[in-house]
């Protein structure tokens, strides 16, 4: 592709996306309601592979079921097989070249346009999706499959206009020095999870936007919801074989991809103990290779709230249900652990906590009035029932909840366990489900408590610490500095926004590459120098060799 560049252009001004309430009575509201009425006719939706552009039905069908109502399906898929995954790797690769020789500003323009159309044409398409695959209720699919998505995709083009512009400072007398920012040698692999809708457009996107072609693998939970992204990655101007959408058995797939010798990075969002098996599985490939893959992933965490005694009640418990309860605790950054001065305790929290807590609905998330919908599917309700049972079997005590239905949908009550030992089972390993497990302290061992948050878990992704006094919160800062890649004071654990919080957790919550962030796409790119010199040699003598 061969073109003049005839000016330097510089991206529009970048804001983070508003989001709307969707209030009783609102247009957006409206808007949500038909769309989700729409969306309820026309199911079961059929989703294909997609390779270079051509929709593949392999035959091999699977489903996407509706957690609230798991007797329907949102959508039946067809799964990739050996061929279409081999087909997709070949077309990427084929594809790359041309996409990586793009100008820059026609393919920030594709991503800019991708996110006009996410904000606006198709913003209740996907909320609507995300809600009824998901299990989002309004609120938490907007901040998601509308806000950080079009985020997303706006502040990559601006982080990577900056990337590029980072030159070198100096150059000698008569030369010239630049530095070039390529897409790495081959293509990469993205695998994504359900839990959020944005995180789909994110894995494969970031990558692409720096001129990498990508194998999309998404969460078979989030299916349909990751199709509508990719058809609008389509629809504004992503070149076909650019982005491969597979859709599949996770295990069959990443482990074909993985296998190529042309695999250059894997972009991951999952569990810690897949994200471990895959690094190994990479590292025993090593030799098949061209040059050394980029691992880049997020996993668990078992995230925190410390309370202090100066802390505002308050805000301390609303926060505390927030990071629990909402999206039903299956964000990566939800909080899991409550650390509690026993003064705070006694005095008010802990009525406070159960009195709010009692207020929230659990039910579909098409009633609007539900602040809890459902968690994912089967397996997850069964392995959070489990550690609950598991934890009243070691004598924690349920202060509220415990309990879950799964006749219609998969609907488990929000529970908080007040526990004597810190590292009783709850406190200790990932559940990703609506519980919050309490461990109150003596005041006098605030300092101690501190160094218990840190030891207790193998994850370091969120946690905050609540406190008016600000040597409580310098010294939870210092002892807590590797405990969690995202802190937060007098805030809840969740809610990282593109721009603003630059996102991810080191330990074994990943590699902390912090998305929503230009860092993440130095993973991506392999930077090559260039020194051009305008003044020839006269002599290949120094001065000093001279008599």
């Known amino acids: 592709m061969s073109t003049p560049q005839l000016a330097t252009f510089k991206v529009p001004a970048i804001e983070n996306e508003p989001m709307r309430s969707y209030a009783a009575g609102s247009a957006e509201r409206q808007g949500l309601e038909a769309a989700l009425a729409q969306m309820q006719q026309e199911l079961p939706f059929e989703v294909p592979c997609i390779v270079n552009g051509v929709p593949i039905k392999t035959g091999n069908l699977a489903k996407q079921p509706i957690p609230s109502d798991h007797a329907r399906h949102l959508c039946v898929y067809h799964e990739a097989d050996e061929a279409t995954v081999a087909s997709a790797i070949d077309g990427a690769l084929a594809a790359k070249a041309e996409w990586e020789s793009m100008p820059w500003n026609d393919r920030a323009a594709i991503f800019l346009r991708a996110a006009e159309l996410v904000s606006g044409k198709y913003r209740y398409k996907l909320i ?73 457009g994110n894995l494969p996107g970031v990558p692409a936007i720096v001129g990498n072609t990508v ?78 893959p980029r691992i880049v992933g997020e996993t668990g965490g078992k995230n925190f709230h410390v309370v202090h005694k100066s802390a505002e009640i308050r805000n301390a418990v609303l926060q505390t249900i927030r990071g629990g309860f909402e999206y039903q605790g299956q964000k990566c950054s939800a909080l899991s652990r409550l650390y509690v001065s026993s ?28 602040f ?53 089972i709850t406190m200790k390993e990932e559940i990703f489900g609506p519980v919050i497990t309490v461990y109150v302290y003596d005041d006098a061992n605030y300092e101690k408590t501190l160094e218990l948050i840190d030891n207790t878990s193998p994850y370091a992704l969120t946690g905050s610490i609540f406190a008016a006094d600000r040597k409580a919160l310098l010294t ?36 902390n590459d912090k998305a929503g962030s230009i860092s993440i796409f130095y993973r991506f790119i392999s930077a090559r120098s260039m020194k051009e010199n305008f003044v020839g040699l006269e002599d290949f003598q120094y001065p000093s060799n001279l008599i």
């Not at 074989?241 to 069959?252: A, K, R, T």
């Not at 005095?347 to 009035?369: H, N, Q, R, W």
């Not at 609950?388 to 609907?411: M, N, V």
């Open 128 to 200: 609507a999706a995300t809600m009824l695959g998901q299990g989002k209720n309004a609120w938490q699919a907007e901040i998601d499959a509308a806000a950080e998505l079009t985020d997303f995709f706006r502040f990559g083009v601006k982080y990577v206009e900056e990337l590029y512009a980072q030159q070198p400072p100096k150059n000698s007398a008569g030369a010239w020095n630049r530095i070039e920012y390529r897409a790495l040698e081959g293509f990469v692999l993205a695998v994504s999870p359900f839990n959020f809708t944005a995180i789909g």
């Open 215 to 292: 194998v999309w693998k998404p969460s078979p939970a989030a299916t349909y919801s990751n199709y509508l992204v990719y058809q609008i990655l389509a629809e504004a101007g992503v070149p076909a074989g650019v982005i491969q959408f597979v859709p599949g058995p996770p295990p069959e797939v990443v482990a074909q991809a993985i296998s190529h010798p042309s695999f250059a990075a894997l972009h991951f969002t999952g569990s810690t103990f897949i994200f471990k098996k895959l690094w190994k599985d990479i590292a025993a490939n090593l030799d098949k290779y061209k040059g050394y």
């Open 343 to 370: 003064s705070l305790w006694s005095s008010g929290f802990k009525d406070l906590l159960l009195s709010e807590v009692a207020k929230i609905t659990v039910g579909p998330p098409s009633d609007f009035s539900n």
């Open 372 to 424: 809890m919908g459902p968690v994912i599917g089967r397996p997850a309700y069964d392995k959070i029932t489990g550690i609950i049972q598991k934890a009243k079997d070691a004598g924690g005590e349920i202060l509220t909840g415990g309990t879950g239905d799964d006749s219609k949908g998969y609907f488990i009550q929000p529970t908080i366990i007040l526990t004597k030992d810190p590292e009783s």
């Open 476 to 511: 939870a800062t210092n002892k807590l500095r590797n405990a969690a890649g995202n802190v937060y004071y007098n805030e809840k654990c969740t809610g990282a926004v593109v721009g603003q919080q630059p996102f991810g957790g080191a330990r074994a919550s990943g590699t």
